[in-house]
């Protein structure tokens, strides 16, 4: 298993939360096929909401509300959906109801500016929320008035505000808020690469690779010795199939940080990839050396 690294390793666990919820796929109300199916038809649906949004007179990074269904086969996934909602998005639901042979949970999002990309993502995140609880995103629609916007108070001058916000929703895995703020602070601060990458994590945290990399290119532009971002991007890359190129970055971290155990033992895993299991035994040895204690199972299961 690949891991991520300095500050988001602390995150990796949300990855394991959908390949957990994948476990006894017959008794699923939204299958593993209907969410990879529904995926890109999700972010199509977004960006055509939002330029109806324009149409209508909205401005972008506008702030602007939202209502939102979801529909499951039971109450209690709703629930328990609902409940961490409240607690890490801080929306607001009435209680499930039955209609038919589902379930409706109906809801009201928090104010946040928008653009038609954030909007996208912010939507991609619910809908990935979902299908984490068993419900499927229903529909979603703006409540503000175009005729009256507003938007953030907060000092343009201090884009650091805004990461450190992006880095609070993080935390609570609310990942469509956090590419929100993260968007705010590089309109700010084109320059900042801390929040081009961790942008760059959350879309990867939504299954939008490609936009993550994006990310990821971005913020080595800006420094291309920017080592958690060559790392982070090695990982994408690696992810990808593309085990060459990843390999390229892996060894620039390690050029610039010779003793970092995460990057030997995630380079080892793409020599292994790669058919190099003596460089790969070598460089899990190395990660074992610099105290990465994973590195110990893949010696004793490939390095024999």
């Not at 890109?40 to 972008?60: C, H, I, P, Q, W």
């Not at 801080?90 to 499930?96: A, G």
């Not at 990309?117 to 991609?124: K, Q, R």
């Amino acid at each position: 298993m690949k891991k991520i690294g300095i500050w988001l390793l602390l995150l990796f666990l949300s990855l394991t939360v959908y390949s957990q919820s994948d476990k006894g796929m017959d008794s699923r109300f939204f299958t593993k096929k209907e969410f990879n199916s529904g995926y890109s038809e999700e972010k199509y649906v977004a960006t055509n909401v939002y330029k109806r949004m324009l149409k209508d007179g909205f401005k972008d990074y506008a702030l602007a509300k939202f209502d939102i269904d979801f529909i499951s086969d039971s109450s209690q996934k709703l629930d328990t959906l609902s409940t961490f909602l409240q607690e890490n998005y801080d929306f607001k639901f009435e209680k499930p109801v039955q209609d038919d042979d589902h379930w409706i949970l109906t809801g009201t999002a928090t104010a946040l500016p928008y653009t038609e990309e954030d909007l996208m993502f912010w939507v991609i995140d619910l809908y990935c929320k979902g299908y984490e609880f068993d419900c499927r995103l229903d529909g979603y629609g703006a409540l503000s008035d175009p005729g009256s916007l507003s938007y953030l108070e907060a000092d343009p001058e201090v884009p650091v505000d805004f990461y450190n916000e992006g880095l609070n929703e993080i935390n609570k895995r609310n990942f469509g808020k956090a590419i929100i703020y993260f968007s705010v602070a590089i309109k700010s601060s084109p320059k900042m690469k801390e929040a081009w990458q961790a942008r760059g994590y959350c879309k990867e945290m939504i299954y939008s690779y490609k936009a993550a990399r994006r990310d990821y290119d971005k913020a080595l532009e800006i420094d291309p010795d920017y080592t958690d971002a060559l790392l982070i991007r090695a990982t994408n890359k690696d992810d990808a199939g593309e085990y060459d190129v990843a390999l390229i970055d892996y060894n620039r971290v390690i050029e610039l940080e010779p003793d970092n155990g995460l990057a030997y033992y995630n380079r080892g895993n793409t020599k292994f990839n790669l058919g190099d299991k003596s460089g790969a035994c070598m460089d899990w040895t190395k990660a074992k050396s610099l105290g990465e204690t994973d590195a110990q199972k893949r010696i004793d299961a490939e390095c024999k």
